[in-house]
């Protein structure tokens, strides 16, 4: 192959022109990938919290047991089911749709898990949902949802200090509301 002086070069300004916009390009792609698998896992933690606490009303039992639920085992299913993301950076309130005033807010996660230290929620051995003002009957709806505040990965490559970085900092948001059946 032979390789003219005017062409020497070329190759260069091909990638300069092709390559940079490319890389930028897969970058996002990957980013929007992530967010939608956060987005994801973020709501089927959230619906099989919601799940879970439906089938556990205040009727709920079978001769001596009984199958209440408290807010660390609400916590504690929501955190395993939603692997990736952090529980310290996840947000989730429990509320009862009757009385909104009964909200219970675990912010962050961590506070209503077991092992949580110093840190504790007060009402991590709390029955949820509450039997008061009938929140716990069968027919009644009950709504977890969560936030969770991420930081887009493609800023790893941002230059500055890194605390100081809130470019593309997203925050996702994951909302279920089920009847309770017991």
């Not at 001769?63 to 639920?69: A, E, F, P, Q």
């Amino acid at each position: 192959m032979r390789n003219h002086r005017s062409e020497w070069g070329n190759q260069t300004l091909e990638f300069t022109m092709v390559g940079i916009p490319l890389t930028f390009i897969l970058f996002s792609i990957a980013n929007m990938s992530l967010s939608m698998v956060t987005m994801h896992t973020m709501q089927e933690a959230v619906e099989q919290g919601a799940r879970y606490v439906a089938t556990r009303g205040s009727d709920c039992s079978s001769g001596s047991n009984t199958c209440t639920v408290t807010v660390e085992q609400i916590a504690t299913l929501i955190s395993v089911a939603s692997a990736g993301i952090s529980a310290s950076k996840m947000n989730v309130t429990l509320t009862p749709a009757a009385d909104t005033s009964n909200a219970i807010s675990c912010s962050p996660l961590n506070t209503c898990l077991a092992g949580c230290g110093g840190s504790c929620n007060a009402n991590l051995t709390t029955v949820w949902p509450t039997s008061t003002n009938s929140d716990n009957a069968p027919g009644k709806d009950i709504i977890i949802s969560a936030t969770c505040a991420v930081n887009a990965p493609m800023l790893l490559f941002w230059p500055g200090n890194s605390s100081t970085k809130n470019i593309g900092s997203t925050t996702y948001s994951a909302y279920s509301r089920q009847r309770l059946m017991f």
